[in-house]
């Protein structure tokens, strides 16, 4: 069974550096595109970074600058460096991609169960 699972959550200072990890498992055949989204307390869940499985990466505005989305395919990871962060960063932070299995070779919309990021003022 495919799974997404997230590390590296925790509580950091305002100005801190926290790296997000996201580690694929399973029998996986290939991955495309994959997501960091957050969700603050009260809030929607917002996209916060992108990388294609070429490699191409985009951000929202909020975090253009500050953080860094790359990944490993050859480890089946995905990682998000956050750099001087702000307290409004503050949220559950999910992986989410779009992976096939080796099952049945198509396509599926996979989600992390979140790390907790808290940025304190």
């Known amino acids: 069974q495919v799974q997404l699972v997230e590390s590296g959550g925790g509580l950091v200072q305002a100005g801190g550096s926290l790296r997000l990890s996201c580690e694929a498992s399973g029998s996986i055949f290939s991955i495309n595109t994959m997501n960091w989204y957050r969700q603050a307390p009260g809030k929607q869940r917002e996209l916060v970074a992108v990388i294609t499985s070429g490699g191409s990466t985009d951000y929202a505005d909020s975090v253009k600058g500050r953080f860094t989305i790359s990944r490993d395919n050859a480890k089946k990871m995905v990682y998000l460096q956050m750099n001087s962060l702000k307290p409004e960063d503050t949220g559950v932070y999910y992986c989410?991609?779009?992976?096939?299995?080796?099952?049945?070779?198509?396509?599926?919309?996979?989600w992390g169960q979140g790390t907790q990021v808290t940025v304190s003022s």
């Open positions: 989410n991609g779009f992976l096939a299995p080796y099952s049945d070779y198509r396509e599926y919309d996979y």
